[in-house]
């Protein structure tokens, strides 16, 4: 079946999206105190069975599974984008730079007065680099995911080659990650910018080492697209998909999980051991697993249930960093200090299901088209543009 036409929306993808939502918050509101050393939460000595139990699902079934899944619906969502921008305008490339500066400025203002683990900065820079392929068709475009997910294994080996054992981490470490619990949990908003925007300038340089890996991601989602799959739920790749998550993914999603679970304490704040290095690269593919399964299993209630939230995400991922600080940090309720890791859990949960109805409320009751942000990015990015305009389908 051919590719989905500009403008048609489809609701089981944005209901993938809001499914991606909840696992990005599962793991963001365990660093949130912390900052950006510590992945995936911290583990005393004294943490419950519960607690334990937590930790390893979140370092084995959600931590680096979902984000992935983000970056290729950003590929299908760039595919279509793109295809609609060559109907309205004679230079789409200008166009859609204009919309990724948009979300490379509000990864800055995020990362540094929200939440320091920002990753649309990433995905704005990743996005540009789509650019050079859209002109392709869909073999092209399969060829160049293949050579960047082949770039994406060499890169890994060769950093994980030059980076040697890691260490745990050293008493100065240590005393900084407790000075940073002590000012997220306890300070005042204004005290606290300068340790999150301190912390979020590390994190970006960590964030570009995933750039290959994401740029393979939104390739194979743009794929997606072009090769009809989206609107194929039978064909052929979503069973090879769930087969590469099952046998590749979900052994090393295993192995990592358990990995990090044995070494959180002697990690400190759960710092990635190196020898989970590899574990964690290929238990990525646990998220192609995921992908197709809810894309051809998902209940209808699921799909709409979730798909308001999907249709909003960059508002919800800030008001996911808003709750986190409302509820965990100095400024807000300052919950944070109080709750055991699998309570932390539980919290995020409760704040997904309330950002599920007000996705539903914005976009159902209120009859709203958009979440605020997103109709804030869809004016800078068709400013000057008239919807249906016959101007000429070359690509600038």
């Given at each position: 079946m051919p590719p989905s036409a500009p403008g048609v929306r489809d609701d089981r993808i944005d209901a993938l999206r809001g499914f991606a939502l909840l696992g990005i918050l599962l793991v963001n509101i365990q660093s949130f105190l912390y900052g950006a050393t510590n992945p995936i939460g911290y583990l005393t000595p004294a943490?419950?069975?519960?607690?334990?139990?937590?930790?390893?699902?979140?370092?084995?079934?959600?931590?680096v599974k979902f984000m992935p899944l983000f970056a290729m619906l950003f590929g299908v969502g760039f595919s279509l984008l793109y295809a609609k921008l060559l109907t309205l305008t004679s230079t789409p490339k200008k166009v859609y730079r204009r919309r990724m500066a948009f979300l490379f400025v509000f990864g800055l203002v995020h990362g540094i007065f929200f939440y320091f683990g920002d990753i649309t900065q990433m995905?704005?820079?990743?996005?540009?680099?789509l650019l050079i392929y859209v002109e392709r068709n869909a073999a092209g475009v399969a060829r160049a995911a293949r050579n960047w997910w082949l770039g994406t294994g060499l890169f890994t080996v060769l950093v994980y080659l030059l980076a040697g054992p890691a260490a745990t981490l050293t008493s100065a470490d240590l005393e900084e990650m407790q000075r940073n619990f002590a000012i997220f949990s306890g300070a005042r908003y204004l005290d606290q910018l300068r340790t999150r925007a301190g912390e979020f300038g590390e994190l970006i340089a960590g964030n570009f080492f995933g750039l290959p890996l994401t740029v393979a991601l939104m390739l194979t989602g743009m794929l997606a697209h072009r090769a009809g799959w989206l609107t194929d739920r039978n064909a052929r790749v979503w069973r090879s998909a769930r087969v590469i998550g099952l046998?590749?993914?979900?052994?090393?999603?295993?192995?990592?999980?358990?990995?990090?679970?044995?070494?959180a304490e002697s990690y400190g704040l759960a710092m990635t051991p190196h020898a989970s290095t590899l574990p964690m690269m290929f238990s990525v593919a646990l998220a192609l697993f995921y992908a197709s399964a809810f894309m051809q299993w998902a209940p209808r209630s699921w799909v709409t249930a979730l798909a308001p939230a999907g249709r909003m995400p960059l508002s919800n991922y800030l008001l996911q960093s808003i709750a986190m600080g409302a509820l965990l940090s100095g400024w807000g309720l300052a919950l944070g200090p109080q709750l055991s890791y699998w309570q932390t859990s539980a919290v995020a949960l409760m704040v997904f299901v309330v950002q599920v109805l007000i996705s539903r409320l914005w976009l159902g009751?209120?009859?709203?088209?958009?979440?605020?942000?997103e109709a804030l990015w869809r004016a800078w990015t068709y400013h000057g543009l008239q919807e249906g305009s016959t101007e000429s389908r070359t690509a600038g």
């Open positions: 943490a419950s069975a519960a607690d334990r139990a937590a930790f390893f699902a979140t370092a084995a079934f959600i931590n995905y704005a820079v990743a996005g540009l680099v046998l590749v993914g979900l052994p090393a999603a295993i192995v990592y999980g358990w990995q990090m679970l044995f070494n009751a209120l009859q709203m088209k958009q979440g605020p942000l």
